[in-house]
T-cell receptor, first 115, second 112 residues
Framework: GAVVSQHPSWVICKSGTSVKIECRSL??????MFWYRQFPKQSLMLMAT?????????EQGVEKDKFLINHASLTLSTLTVTSAHPEDSSFYIC???????????FGPGTRLTVT | GDSVTQMEGPVTLSEEAFLTINCTYT??????LFWYVQYPGEGLQLLLK?????DKGSNKGFEATYRKETTSFHLEKGSVQVSDSAVYFC???????????FGDGTTLTVKP
């Protein structure tokens, strides 16, 4: 149980275009999901907390107009990188909180490359 | 605020060697503590957890004990394998919103 999927697993896009990444909890309902960014050989950087039915809470320094987060249902959250630039190239990981002992279940990640 | 400090890597061991990765934390209240593992090109997987003082989490031969008096949660394994090569993250969560604080990660390489 507690499986989280992400789609796509990797994407290449041109500079200036927008890219949407989906995060789904497959076998449980997740009222809260988290979006992280990870640079090579570095730790996770929390970008935002996504709450079902309400606006996401962004961490300091994260541009909310650039990284649009929507949590439309208890099993789906999406991250849209708008007007992508090469510096947005990164590994994006989502997770869902189980709510019991606060552990998180992570998706497999999405590798974004902006050319 | 909450923080997690992990032993700096990278760590390189020979197969069957003993592993310790140190982790200490600072938190308000009584956090839950976790170790996550990330294999190359993948997301993170929960390795083990402990939710209260003196609890021992264990999985796949790895163990960690929640030590409140030393605010530590060190990861150990008695005999590592090549397949244990990965990045290990120590983390804590002290809110029921599930938001976690992560250490910087420790890269483990096990050589045959």
């Amino acid at each position: 149980g507690a499986v989280v999927s992400q789609h796509p697993s990797w994407v290449i896009c041109k500079s200036g275009t927008s890219v949407k990444i989906e995060c789904r909890s497959l076998d449980f309902q997740a009222t809260t999901m988290f979006w992280y960014r990870q640079f090579p050989k570095q730790s996770l950087m929390l970008m935002a907390t996504s709450n079902e039915g309400s606006k996401a809470t962004y961490e300091q320094g994260v541009e909310k107009d650039k990284f649009l987060i929507n949590h439309a249902s208890l099993t789906l959250s999406t991250l849209t990188v708008t007007s992508a630039h090469p510096e947005d190239s990164s590994f994006y990981i989502c997770s869902a909180g189980s709510g019991r002992f606060y552990e998180q279940y992570f998706g497999p990640g999405t590798r974004l490359t902006v050319t | 605020g909450d923080s997690v400090t992990q032993m700096e890597g990278p760590v390189t061991l020979s197969e069957e060697a003993f592993l310790t990765i140190n982790c200490t934390y600072t938190a308000t209240g009584y956090p839950s503590l976790f170790w996550y593992v990330q294999y190359p090109g993948e997301g993170l997987q929960l390795l083990l957890k402990a939710t209260k003082a003196d609890d021992k989490g264990s999985n796949k031969g790895f163990e960690a004990t929640y030590r409140k008096e030393t605010t530590s949660f060190h990861l150990e394994k008695g005999s590592v394998q090549v397949s244990d090569s990965a990045v290990y993250f120590c983390a804590l969560s002290s809110t029921n919103a599930g938001k976690s604080t992560f250490g910087d990660g420790t890269t483990l390489t096990v050589k045959p």
